[in-house]
C-alpha cells in the first residue's frame, strides 16, 4: 500500500461493495469494509449480467472476472450463445406446452451470462484479504468534520471507526442515502413501491426438461403477457432453471420495513390465471410455499447529487433500480471500477480532502446520468413486456424495436470511455 493512499471505509458488504473493496486494494488503496450481518450474504437467486458488465469486471480486477467465469452460466445450447432472451407469446391459450409463439429475439455478443448471486459473491469473498470486513456493523449516521479531519460512523452496536472518505455501497434501504439527503423522512432516503412484485422460484433443471422441452429449459426465455411476465434461464452450470414470475398490481405493498413477504403458490396461479399453457406448467413446478418480492426502486426522487463532501452513494445506494433491464448489477459494477479509477489517481492523494472530495463529484457528475436514466428505462421496460406501455400497448414490433434500442444503450457503452470522461472531470475539478 502506498504510504499517501486514502483510507477508504465501505459501507455494505453485497456484490458492489466486495467489487468495489477488490478493486481498491488491487490498486493500492486502503480499505475496511463495514457490513451489517453477521457475515457475507446475498438474498435472491439469479442474476445476469450484458456484456458492458463483464468489461466493468474486466477493468475492476481480471480476479473478479475470473471469479465470474467460475460461475456463470450460459444458454445451453451452441446455437442459442449469444441470445439474451427469447421472447415468447406466453398469453396464447391454445399453444401447448413448448409451442409458444416466438415474438422476437434480443442477442448480444455474449447472450445472457447469468449467475447464482450467493455463488458469486462466495467467489469474490476469496478475493477479500483478512482484516477488511468487519460484521454486525449497522450504521446509524455518519460525522462530518470540516476541514481535514477524519470522517467518522457510528454503529447500533455503539462502536465507531474513521476513515479518510466513505462510499456507501448499502443497498437499496441505505442509511448513507438517508445521511446525505437529511434523514429518513426526507424524499428520496427511502425506494418507493413501483406497484410490480415478483414471486422467485428454482428448478430442477432436468424436471425443467421433462415437462418444459429442452429449449424451454436450457435457454433464456421471457413469456410475455396482460399485467405479467415470467422469465427463465438456467443458472448453476445449467443444474437448474431460475425463474421469476412479475406481477403488476393497484394494491399498495403492506410493509415498506419488508421488502418481501411469504406466499403460496395459489397465489402465482391467481395473477398468472389468463396465460397459456407453458406458463400453467412452469407454475406447477414451482415449491408450494415461496417468496413474493416487492420491487422497488429510488425513481420517484433522485438524488440530487451521490457525493457530498468525503461521504459518496454507489450502486443500489444510489440509483436502486427495477429489474426489468436485468442491467442493476452490472451498472453497480461500471460504477465500482469506475471509482476505483478514481481514488486511484496520484493527484487524489497528493491533494488530500479536496482530492477524496473531487473524485467523489467527478463519480457523481459522470455517474448521474447513465444510472439514473437506467432506473426510468427499467421502469418503461417492464411495462413493455406486460403490455402497458404508453404508445405501444400489446404491438409486437414496437415492444421489440423499444426494447431493442434501451438494451442496446446499456451494452454497448465501454467502460474505458468512462473512466477516461471521469478522469477528465476529476483533472478539470482539481485545477479549478
Known amino acids: 500500500m502506498a504510504d499517501n493512499s486514502p483510507n477508504i471505509a465501505i459501507v455494505g458488504g453485497g456484490i458492489s461493495g466486495l467489487v468495489l473493496a477488490i478493486a481498491l486494494i488491487r490498486r493500492g488503496t486502503k480499505v475496511q469494509l463495514y457490513e451489517q450481518a453477521h457475515a457475507f450474504g446475498e438474498i435472491g437467486a439469479g442474476v445476469a449480467f450484458g456484456p458492458n458488465s463483464v468489461r466493468a469486471m474486466q477493468a475492476c480486477s481480471p480476479d473478479i472476472h475470473a471469479a465470474f467465469l467460475k460461475v456463470a452460466t450460459r444458454n445451453q445450447w451452441p446455437d442459442k450463445r449469444d441470445v439474451w432472451f427469447d421472447f415468447m407469446d406466453g398469453y396464447d ?107 422467485r422460484g428454482l428448478i430442477p433443471m432436468q424436471r425443467a426438461v421433462d415437462e418444459l422441452g429442452e429449449d424451454n429449459a436450457k435457454n433464456a426465455k421471457m413469456h410475455l403477457g396482460k399485467d405479467g411476465h415470467i422469465l427463465t434461464f438456467p443458472v448453476n452450470k445449467g443444474e437448474t432453471m431460475n425463474v421469476v414470475a412479475f406481477h403488476t398490481t393497484q394494491e399498495d405493498w403492506p410493509d415498506t420495513r419488508h421488502l418481501t413477504r411469504s406466499s403460496e403458490k395459489k397465489h402465482v396461479y391467481d395473477d398468472f390465471e389468463d396465460f397459456g399453457p407453458t406458463v400453467q406448467k412452469i407454475i406447477d413446478l414451482l415449491e408450494p410455499n415461496l417468496d413474493c418480492w416487492a420491487i422497488f426502486d429510488t425513481g420517484a426522487h433522485p ?68 444510472t439514473q436514466w437506467l432506473v426510468q428505462s427499467s421502469r418503461r421496460t417492464g411495462d413493455l413486456y406486460e403490455w402497458r406501455a404508453e404508445g405501444v400497448g400489446n404491438d409486437v414490433e414496437k415492444i421489440h424495436a423499444e426494447c431493442e434500442e434501451r438494451d442496446e444503450k446499456i451494452w454497448g457503452s465501454q467502460i474505458e470511455e468512462m473512466v477516461a470522461e471521469a478522469k477528465q472531470s476529476l483533472a478539470a475539478i482539481l485545477k479549478a
Open 303 to 370: 438524488m440530487p447529487a451521490y457525493n457530498k463532501g468525503r461521504v459518496c452513494c454507489l450502486g443500489d445506494a444510489g440509483h436502486a433500480t427495477s429489474p426489468h433491464h436485468g442491467a442493476g448489477a452490472g451498472i453497480c459494477i461500471e460504477d465500482a471500477a469506475v471509482m476505483a479509477e478514481l481514488l486511484a489517481e496520484p493527484s487524489v492523494a497528493k491533494a488530500g480532502t479536496s482530492g477524496l472530495e473531487a473524485a467523489f463529484q467527478a463519480f457523481s457528475d459522470c455517474r448521474k446520468e447513465r
Open 93 to 199: 391459450k391454445t399453444a401447448p406446452v413448448g409451442k409458444e409463439k416466438l415474438l422476437f429475439t434480443l442477442t448480444t455478443e455474449d447472450g445472457a451470462n447469468a449467475v447464482h448471486r450467493a455463488h458469486f459473491l462466495d467467489e469474490l469473498v476469496k478475493l477479500v484479504p483478512e482484516g477488511v470486513a468487519h460484521f454486525k456493523k449497522r450504521l446509524d449516521t455518519i460525522e462530518q468534520p470540516a476541514g481535514d479531519g477524519k470522517v467518522r460512523l457510528r454503529f447500533h452496536d455503539g462502536t465507531t471507526a474513521e476513515a479518510d472518505a466513505v462510499v456507501g455501497c448499502d443497498g437499496i434501504k441505505a442509511r448513507t442515502r438517508a445521511w446525505m439527503l437529511g434523514g429518513d423522512d426526507k424524499p428520496g432516503a427511502a425506494p418507493v413501491y413501483t406497484y410490480k412484485y415478483a414471486y
